[in-house]
C-alpha cells in the first residue's frame, strides 16, 4: 500500500514521495518498508537507531528521527497506529488459492477443516473439528486433537501434540483507547511460531503477535488453560503448569518452569533454569536462575521465611 | 403452565384461582404471571413490594407477602424453587420453527451448526465448527471464529469479535442443595446479552442468567480464558485482562479495568473508572473509582505499602 | 507384549522367562502382568509389597524386590518407564471396530463424531461438533453440548450435563527429564471415569490417568474453566467453583467445596466436608473438615486474623 493512500485514509498530511509500504512495526524491527510509531517518551531513545519508513508522531518529538524516517505529524499517534492496523489486516479466511497440500501417511479425519495454502507435513493426525487457517504449516508427525483451532499463517513444528480445544493465534488483547474511554482495535498482523516437540493440552490460548511472531521454542511442555499472550517467547524445554498467565511479550529462558497458577506481568525477561513456585507473580524479570514465589515475586526461601515471620506475629 | 399443575408436580397444596404462569424470578422483579421465592430471611424486606403471582415461602415469613401474592407454604424454598425451574427450561434444541434467518453478504462456512429460528445479520463471517442455537441474535458485521459456541435466546451485537473456542450462554452455576448434602439443578431460562463493538478473546466463559440477562455492553473488551458468572453485567468499555474469574452477579460500571487473574465475590458492584491491578480480590462493593489490588482488596498504594512493611520485617 | 521385547526395544537387559506383559502401572497398584518402576528411594518402602512382574529400578535398589518380581536393572528408572509408556498407547483414533452403539431415543445432531466401539445410552443428546472416541461409553440421559471432547476409553454416567468445550480424558502432564533437560513423554493409559448425575461446566479440562482412572464421583458439580489434574479423584457431590485447579492425585471427599480460583499442590487428600475459601491454596492435606483459606492453607478464621493482624501494624 502507498504511503500517500495511508496517509489519505487517516487524513494525516502527507505529501513526499510515493514510497510501497508493507506493513507496521515497532521502532527497533521496523524495515525500510514499514511504518512505527512513537507514543510514550519514554521510548523516545530508539528514535535515532529505527530504519523505518516513516513513523506516527507529536510535533515536539518529530525533531529526534533519523533524516531518512519520515515524520508523520499526528496528535495521538497510538491511535493512529491503530487506525492504520486495519489497513494491513489480512482476510480471515480465503477460499481462493492453492488448495491446501497433506504429507503422505498424514490422516485427516472427517469434520476436520483445512484452508487454502495450508501445509500439513508427513504422518500427521488432524482430528475431527479441527480448524487449520490460511497458509498454516505444520511440521511431520504432528498431532491435533479434536476441536483444535489454527488461525491463518501460524507455524507448527514435527512431533508437535496439541490437545483438544486449544486455540493458536488468536488474536493479542491489543488496543488504543482514545480520551473519551473508547477502544480501538490494533490488528494482530503477527503469527505463532511452535518448533519441534513441543506439547500443549487442553483449552490453552496462545495469542499471534501484534508485529513478527510468539514463539514456543523446541521441547516446551504447556499443561491445559495457560494463557500465553502475543510477543511472548518461550525457551527450549520450558515447563508450564495448567492455568498459568503469561503477559505480553514475556521472554522465558530455556528450562524455565513456572508453577501452577503462576503469572508474569508484560515486558520482562525470565532467566534460564529458573522455577517459579505455584502461584509466583513474577513483576519484573529474573536475572538469576533459581527458586521465586510469592506475589510480588521473591526468593522462594524468603517466601517460606515470610511465612513462618507472619505465623509467629499471629501467636502473640 | 398453570400454577395448579406447577403445585400438583410439585405436592405444594394449592386451591386457588386457575393463573397462567409464564416463568420464575427474583423477588424484585417478577410480575403478575411470575412465581418467585423467599428463602433467606435478610430478603424477606423484599416481600412487601413484590409484584409476584405466587411466592415459595416457609409458614412462618408468609404474612409479611402483599394480599396480592399467593403465598405457597414450603419446607425448603430454594429446593422447591430448584425443582420448578426444570418445567420452565426450554428445549436445548429444536429442529422445527423457522429456518435461520442470513443477512445479505454474511457468510457461513462448512461446518457451522445455525439452528432454526437464529437471526444473523448483514456482513457477518461464521466459520467452521461454530454453533449458534435457536432463536439466536447476531447483529451486522459480527465474526465468530471457529468452535464458538452460542446457546439458544443469546443476542450478540453488531461489529462484534469473538474468538475460537469461547462459550457464550452456558449455564450458570446454580444448584440448590438438600439437608443431606445433593444438589437440586436450578435451570438456567435467562440468556446472555453482548451490545455493539464488544471484543472477546478465545476460549473465555459467560454463562447465561438465571432469570433475565447476563449483559456486556458497549465496546467491552474480554480477553482469553476469562470467566463471567450467571447475572453479571460489564458496563462500557470495560477491560477484562486474561484469566479474570468473575462470580455471579458482579455489576461493573463503564471503563472499569480487571487485570490479569483478578476477580470478585459475586453480588457486588465495581464503580466506573475503577481499576483493579492483577490478582486483585474484589471482595466487596467499591464505590469510589481508583486503583485497587490485593485479596482482601485494598487501595493499591496502601498495598504497594504493605509489601514494603512486610520486607522490612523481614530484614529485623 | 513379552517382557524380551520391552527390554528388546529399551536396551535393558533380560534374560529370563518369557511373561506377557499387559501395562505399566503404579508399584502398589501393578498385578503379576504389569511391570512397574522405583525412581525415589523415599517410595522404596512399596516395594516389599509389589505384585508386579517386573520393576525398572537401579542397582542399589534392586535387593529390595520380592524374589516374585524380576529387578530390570537400569540407570534412569523414570526415563525407561517413559520410553516404555509408549508402546502400551493405544491408537488415537482407530475406524476399525464395531459401529457405534446408540440407545433408544438418543439424539445425535449433525457434526458430532462419535468413534468405533463407543456405546452411548438411552436418551442421550449430543450436540454438534461433539468428539466421543473408541471405546468410550456414556449412560443414559446425558448431555453434552457443542464442541464437547471425550477422549477414548472414557466413562460418563447417567443423567449427566457437560457443557460446551469442555474435554474429558486428555493425557496428564506426565513426562520424564533427562539430565541434560530434555523431556520425555509419559502416555497416559488410563481413563475418566464420571458417575451419575455430574453436572460440567464449559472450557473445562479433566485429565485422563496415567494408570488407571481419575474419578468423579456421583453428583459432583463442576464450574467453567476448572482443571483436574491426572489421578485426581472427586468425592460425591463435590462443588468445585470457576478456575479451580487440582493438581495429579489430588483426592477429596464427599462434599467438599472449593471456592473460585482455588487450587491443591498434587499427592493430598482433603476431608469428607471441608470447604476452601476462594483462593486457598491446598498446600498439604486437610485432615479436619472445616472451612479453610489463605495460601499456604490455613484455618479461615486465622486468615482473617491475619488480615486484621497486618491492617493494625499498617496504622502504625
Chains 1, 2, 3 share one sequence.
Not at 524516517?69 to 480465503?94: C, D, G, Q
Not at 522455577?275 to 513474577?282: E, F
Request: net charge neutral; aromatic share 6%; glycine share 12%.
Amino acid at each position: 500500500m502507498k504511503l500517500s493512500e495511508i496517509c489519505g485514509r487517516l487524513s494525516v498530511e502527507y505529501t513526499g514521495d510515493e514510497i510501497e509500504i508493507s506493513g507496521l512495526n515497532a521502532l527497533s524491527d521496523a524495515d525500510k518498508s514499514e511504518v512505527s510509531f512513537l507514543e510514550k517518551p519514554k521510548y523516545a531513545s530508539q528514535l535515532s537507531g529505527t530504519r523505518a519508513a516513516a513513523v506516527f508522531i507529536t510535533q515536539e518529538m518529530a525533531s529526534k528521527l533519523p533524516e531518512s524516517t519520515i515524520a508523520l505529524i499526528v496528535e495521538e499517534p497510538y491511535i493512529t497506529l491503530a487506525k492504520a492496523s486495519a489497513f494491513f489486516a489480512p482476510k480471515r479466511l480465503e477460499n481462493s488459492g492453492d488448495a491446501p497440500s497433506i504429507g503422505e501417511a498424514s490422516v485427516v479425519e472427517p469434520g476436520a477443516y483445512i484452508a487454502a495454502g495450508a501445509q500439513i507435513g508427513q504422518g500427521c493426525h488432524i482430528m475431527p473439528g479441527v480448524f487449520i487457517g490460511n497458509n498454516v504449516r505444520v511440521g511431520d508427525n504432528t498431532v491435533l486433537y479434536p476441536n483444535v483451532t489454527i488461525y491463518r499463517d501460524c507455524e507448527i513444528g514435527n512431533d508437535c501434540i496439541i490437545h483438544a480445544g486449544t486455540v493458536i493465534g488468536s488474536d493479542g488483547f491489543g488496543f488504543a483507547t482514545t480520551k473519551t474511554g473508547e477502544h480501538v482495535k490494533i490488528y494482530q498482523n503477527g503469527n505463532v511460531v511452535i518448533e519441534d516437540d513441543v506439547e500443549i493440552g487442553a483449552n490453552t490460548t496462545i495469542d499471534r503477535a501484534v508485529f513478527s511472531s510468539t514463539v514456543i521454542k523446541k521441547g516446551a511442555r504447556i499443561d491445559n488453560l495457560v494463557q500465553i499472550g502475543h510477543n511472548c517467547v518461550i525457551g527450549e524445554y520450558s515447563v508450564l503448569v495448567s492455568q498459568v498467565g503469561l503477559a505480553g511479550s514475556s521472554r522465558l529462558g530455556r528450562n524455565v518452569v513456572m508453577g501452577g497458577q503462576s503469572a508474569t506481568a508484560g515486558h520482562l525477561e525470565i532467566a534460564p533454569f529458573t522455577t517459579i513456585a505455584a502461584r509466583g507473580g513474577v513483576t519484573k524479570s529474573v536475572k538469576a536462575p533459581g527458586l521465586y514465589g510469592g506475589f510480588p515475586l521473591m526468593e522462594h526461601k524468603r517466601w517460606l521465611k515470610l511465612q513462618g515471620l507472619l505465623s509467629r506475629l499471629l501467636k502473640k
